[in-house]
């Protein structure tokens, strides 16, 4: 709970900070998930989704480049890179997940979803995440270094894997991609 002598942002102390990037996420997902929503019972599920994938593919490459600018990362960051930055990005202190780099390869796993459990609770379908995702994780990949690919293992409707909401393959092309 938040102490009132403290009147603007930049006068909290560490933990109160947190506690307020953890509910400035929570509010922002919230909005996400209310405007999704409103298409949705307007238009129904395919024109919000067709809504979603354009959104986040705008956003997720602003939020990249300021993620990457943060964190001080080169040009071509590689799967290092990739991984330090996932764990900045806007939702990542509201699921659970895991980063595992082997080689050439980056596995990404979201052990829980706060839009997929929500969901679950207002009894309404999952949300079929697996177009917005693609677009998603690629475009954010591109932006660390134009050098990885991105492949999903299991997102809904095609759920591979039961452990996790959804699993993501990076991999560093070292021969290949745009600058």
Not at 24 to 29: C, E, I, Q
Not at 59 to 67: L, P
Not at 87 to 108: I, K, M, Q, S
Not at 146 to 171: A, L
């Amino acid at each position: 709970m938040l102490n009132l002598k403290y009147e603007r942002i930049d006068e909290l102390p560490r933990d109160q900070l947190i506690e307020l990037c953890e509910m400035f996420a929570k509010n922002w997902l919230a909005l996400d998930g209310l405007w999704f929503q409103s298409i949705e019972k307007k238009r129904g599920m395919d024109e919000a989704v067709e809504h979603d994938v354009n959104a986040w593919a705008r956003f997720t490459e602003t939020e990249a480049r300021r993620i990457k600018a943060f964190l001080g990362l080169p040009v071509q960051a590689g799967l290092d890179g990739l991984r330090r930055a996932l764990a900045f990005r806007l939702y990542a202190p509201l699921n659970r997940h895991e980063a595992v780099l082997d080689g050439n390869t980056l596995t990404y796993c979201v052990k829980t979803c706060r839009v997929q459990d929500a969901r679950a609770r207002k009894g309404m379908a999952f949300h079929p995440c697996k177009p917005v995702g693609l677009v998603e994780y690629t475009n954010f990949a591109r932006v660390i270094d134009c050098r990885i690919q991105t492949e999903c293992v299991s997102c809904y409707p095609d759920i591979t894997d039961g452990e996790n909401r959804c699993v993501w393959r990076f991999t560093l092309n070292e021969s290949g991609g745009r600058q």
